[in-house]
């Protein structure tokens, strides 16, 4: 039930000074045609002087430079322009506050009158002001982070958790010849002949979530293939669910290539090596052979003719030292058949 | 009037080429506003003079895919698009009209291929935004931190309040009423860029390259610049004239259209 000590607070011309925001109407050139008491007490003028000044002039400079280079033109063009935030300044330091503006125009579509509030945000802002300055610094961060990936000498991109292509460095567009990427598996930019092996391993880090490393051969716009050591680490999130990869490779041609050639002199010089030592080993057996064949023959030749003495009639200590000859002679005989065996090595063993 | 579009530089530019005089007067748009500002201004050079208008590269209708950051971190990139144009369309001995930032970035354009103008006007000029002792700029050091900050915290907010009106009204007939649309479709990121290197610039030392007849039309109560300001360009240049409006505001060829078109008639 409204009773006498409320209408006073009812009152319209009431509401209207002691709104609690600030309420001002001016012309199109700023020049303040009403104003409320809030308002001025914000601006810590006397109500009876600010209501000659210039809109405008209530704001710090930059606002009155933004107010001129954007808000006024947007009011002609729509009738209503909503939280533009700006800065006044008050008795005691400048305030930050939300204008909300509704322009009137006459019958002619000239604009004559404009009706504004101004809310004070100074607390809200200070967060505001800190939200700002996160992503000042989170910009800044995605601007060394952006200029580290396209200075690195590797090719780097990233992909999502399913393997499809996000970005690409300028070092990736430089070697395929490409503004952006269209083939967003990658694949086509993969060697044919290597492709299935990619996939393997990619396949298996991909349902494992490890790492992904292998040698691949990739084909750019030379249309040359060359090898490449291709990376992938997957980047996960705080709750460690796979959010994405980080791929880098490595052009390693060059010492691929060489390692290629190195193995193919080596296999060439060690089927060499092989062939000179078979060689030498059929040169030392008959070289063996001979050799045991001509001190074999003298030795024969004594073994005749001991045993043709050992058939004379002779004394017992003449046969007996024919025995002894005998022996020696089928030792050394024995001796020699032995060295020959140990000397010359089964190089077929 | 006859209406030719070219390719090219001249598409990247969304270059309009009006009239069939022999002379060509080449118009430069103002930070934040695009060719239409010139719309109460050029139609009264359209009988007697070869009218060209164009958008610097992220305004208007240009070609925002040709927009380089690092192009245009100075004037001397808004620059090179004058001189491009005037190579393309083969123009030399133009009459080049600048608003606000545009006339120090025709002078630029003048040092960099000094045989494309033959006269210049100025409208709302200054050589130097920021004060400085012994120069009164406009603008403290401070206060432009602030206006980038602003142009910051409205960031968000202007390019949604602002989308729908533009998108919806692709012909922009409205346009007719107002400086500025323009400025809203920019791009904030653009325009911020935009506002950082017009305001940060410092062309005191380019007044030497000009060496051909200009005007300086001035307004009384211009928010960006000042009479202090034409005033500096006069005395540090030769062969300047000024001439001093009545109105207020720094858009003259809006405000006022017609004493700005015949103090450019009886200097031209």
């Known amino acids: 039930m409204k009773n006498k000590a409320m209408n006073r607070y009812l009152k319209k011309d009431f509401l209207y000074d002691e709104l609690l925001c600030g309420f001002v109407s001016f012309s199109p050139d700023g020049q303040i045609l009403s104003i409320n008491k809030t308002m001025a007490s914000w601006v810590g003028i006397n109500f009876q002087e600010v209501q000659v000044l210039n809109f405008k002039s209530l704001m710090t400079k930059s606002s009155m430079l933004y107010y001129n280079m954007v808000v006024d033109p947007l009011l002609n063009l729509k009738s209503v322009v909503s939280e533009i935030s700006l800065k006044f300044s008050g008795s005691d330091g400048s305030f930050d506050a939300l204008l909300n503006a509704e322009s009137y125009k006459n019958e002619q579509g000239k604009l004559i009158l404009i009706n504004a509030t101004v809310q004070k945000i100074t607390d809200r802002k200070r967060y505001e002001n800190e939200l700002l300055r996160e992503k000042r610094h989170a910009e800044e961060e995605k601007r060394k982070y952006e200029f580290l990936f396209n200075s690195a000498p590797n090719q780097i991109w990233t992909t999502d958790a399913e393997g499809k292509i996000l970005t690409v460095n300028e070092r990736v567009k430089d070697y395929f010849g490409i503004t952006e990427v269209t083939d967003v598996y990658g694949l086509s930019g993969i060697f044919r002949e290597d492709r299935q092996k990619y996939q393997t391993l990619w396949r298996h880090s991909l349902a494992n979530g490890t790492a992904f490393q292998g040698e691949i051969r990739l084909q750019g716009i030379a249309n040359i293939p060359e090898w490449f050591m291709i990376t992938a680490e997957p980047y996960s999130d705080k709750d460690g669910k796979i959010e994405m990869w980080f791929f880098s490779s490595t052009n390693i041609n060059k010492q691929k290539m060489l390692q290629i050639a190195s193995q193919t002199e080596q296999k060439i010089s060690l089927s060499n090596a092989y062939k000179t030592l078979a060689d030498n080993q059929e040169r030392f057996v008959s070289i063996a052979m001979n050799q045991s064949h001509m001190i074999r023959k003298p030795l024969a030749n004594i073994l005749g003719l001991v045993q043709l003495l050992s058939d004379e009639d002779a004394s017992p200590e003449f046969k007996n030292l024919l025995n002894m000859l005998l022996v020696s002679v089928e030792e050394l005989d024995t001796m020699i058949k032995q060295a020959n065996k140990t000397n010359i090595p089964d190089l077929n063993a | ?268």
């Open chain 2, 1 to 268: 009037m006859r209406e030719t579009s070219f390719l090219n530089i001249s598409v990247r530019n969304n270059v309009k080429i009006i009239g069939e005089g022999t002379t060509t007067l080449l118009f430069g748009h103002g930070f934040g506003c695009d060719q239409h500002t010139w719309r109460s201004v050029s139609p009264a050079f359209e009988k007697d003079y070869r009218v060209v208008l164009f958008d610097y590269v992220g305004a208007g209708k240009s070609d925002l895919s040709a927009y380089d950051s690092e192009r245009y971190s100075s004037l001397e990139g808004y620059a090179k698009d004058i001189v491009e144009i005037c190579e393309e369309l083969e123009l030399q001995n133009v009459i080049f009209i600048g608003h606000s930032v545009s006339s120090m970035i025709g002078l630029l354009a003048l040092k960099q291929n000094p045989s494309i103008f033959k006269k210049i006007v100025f409208i709302g000029p200054s050589p130097r935004y920021i004060n400085e002792p012994g120069y009164d700029g406009g603008i403290d050091r401070d206060d432009l931190d602030e206006l980038l900050d602003v142009m910051d915290s409205n960031y968000m907010g202007w390019s949604q309040m602002v989308a729908p009106s533009i998108m919806g009204n692709p012909d922009r007939p409205e346009l007719g009423q107002d400086l500025a649309a323009s400025f809203c479709a920019m791009d904030p990121g653009i325009a911020r860029q935009f506002a950082r290197v017009t305001f940060m610039s410092d062309n005191r030392h380019d007044l030497l390259y000009l060496n051909v007849p200009s005007l300086t039309i001035q307004c009384n109560d211009d928010f960006l610049t000042s009479q202090y300001i034409a005033e500096y360009i006069h005395q540090h240049t030769t062969g300047n004239e000024v001439v001093l409006l009545p109105s207020s505001g720094h858009c003259p060829h809006l405000s006022d259209p017609k004493a700005v078109i015949k103090a450019i008639k009886s200097f031209i």
